[in-house]
């Protein structure tokens, strides 16, 4: 049986479920056990990865508390492992508005695919991210004789990491629809 570990970009997750669902699905609904073990298929998941930033509780309180919610609720997954990231505000010049950025996702998941790799963790890795530039890590991991495969939503989606990868799946309505409750 092989060995899957599952690495999951947060945000972008959250994202491409907005575009999909709008507001009627709330992440805090979806089954990520299950999720993971579909992207396994018969294979077994050692780990599952999920990247992201906690919110910032003067922004958004009730939001803050919901995402703390759903936070608690990822860790009591098994061989669950919740990387929080940096959150960075930034002005919008010459107005009083401003908007928020995750940073250091991206390289923190780059670095566990790799490390995970060279410390013979897994035998394949699965990234749910389109971003292309995850590329210089696939090839990294892929060096290794482990295999990568790329789950990524429609119009998030880079062609460059899809060929780089030996699978990819689109997350569509009618494969996402099984892991809501």
Request: glycine share 4%; net charge positive; aromatic share 14%.
């Amino acid at each position: 049986m092989k060995r899957i570990t599952i690495f999951i970009d947060g945000n972008n997750f959250y994202f491409g479920l907005r575009k999909i669902y709008g507001k009627d699905k709330s992440l805090k609904n979806f089954d990520f056990l299950s999720f993971a073990n579909f992207l396994a298929g018969n294979e077994k998941v050692v780990a599952i990865y999920y990247y992201n930033a906690q919110l910032d509780i003067k922004f958004n309180s009730k939001k803050f508390k919901s995402q703390k919610e759903f936070f608690s609720k990822l860790r009591k997954i098994p061989n669950f492992n919740l990387i929080l990231c940096k959150l960075l505000k930034r002005n919008i010049i010459g107005t009083n508005k401003h908007y928020y950025i995750i940073k250091e996702d991206d390289i923190h998941m780059a670095v566990d695919m790799v490390d995970g790799s060279a410390d013979n963790k897994f035998d394949t890795a699965i990234l749910v991210s389109g971003d292309g530039d995850f590329v210089p890590a696939v090839r990294s991991v892929k060096r290794r004789n482990k295999k990568v495969e790329n789950i990524y939503f429609k119009g998030s989606s880079s062609r460059n990491l899809k060929n780089h990868c030996d699978k990819s799946l689109e997350l569509t309505k009618e494969v996402l629809n099984n892991f809501f409750k």
